[in-house]
């Protein structure tokens, strides 16, 4: 039985949607339009993001890889965020989509402490296009799109088409089609969330959850501008 308000768990269920990506990533070149894309859809301010992708370094010079990590909510199928809300903000939908019904958030950050995956962030309170502030966001899978039959922003965006959604329950989906016939991965599986986010190819370095400072100058720029807007604000809700 699921705990909290949310849906019960659909994937595999016959009859059912269960919204899903593969992100391929032997095809992610970190161009960062994904990052770009969601920034653009949903006015997300400075110093906090709706997806980010981790870039590491292995090897030995002249013998040196790049490797990039996207990351972003994972939409579980059994949700800690959702069963650890005190008032019910996070819900999970029935075609399974985590989601947030922001009149009800109290910016407690249960959410953000349950949540195993750092997908979540706060919103402040100063924004200039979008009045809402002061509360929890994180990737909704874009579900205003999704419900127009369009994909997701970082999806529709994706320079490299590493980025792939659709419906995990419909074998016909491209989605399900590789979940089934590539070696995918998921984060964090012991922790028995679920995640509906599939990784092909990971490089096991980068899977890991370890959360380094901001290292590039965009980087650094970015969270400069967020302590200037946010008063010396250096809460991140572990984005950074």
Known sequence: MAVGLQAEP????????????????RRCIGCMACVCADKAEFDVPLGVWRTTVKVSDTGVYPKVKKHFMPR???????????????TEATYKHEDGFVLQRY?????????IAACPYNARHVLPNNRSRVKIGGVVDKCTFCQHRVEKGLVPACVQTCLGRARIFGDINDTTSE????????????????????????YIKPDRTIVDQVLATPTSAAAKSDAEAFYRHNNGSKFYAGVL
């Open 10 to 25: 659909s994937f595999g269920v016959p009859g059912k949607k269960r919204w899903a990506m593969v992100i391929d990533l």
């Open 72 to 86: 972003l909510c994972n939409h579980c199928d059994n949700p800690p965020c959702v069963r650890n809300c005190p």
């Open 175 to 198: 989605v399900a089609r590789l979940v089934a016939t590539q070696t995918v991965t998921v984060l964090k599986a012991d922790k028995g969330t679920k995640p509906q986010v599939y």
């Open 103 to 111: 009149e009800r958030c109290i910016s407690c950050r249960t959410c």
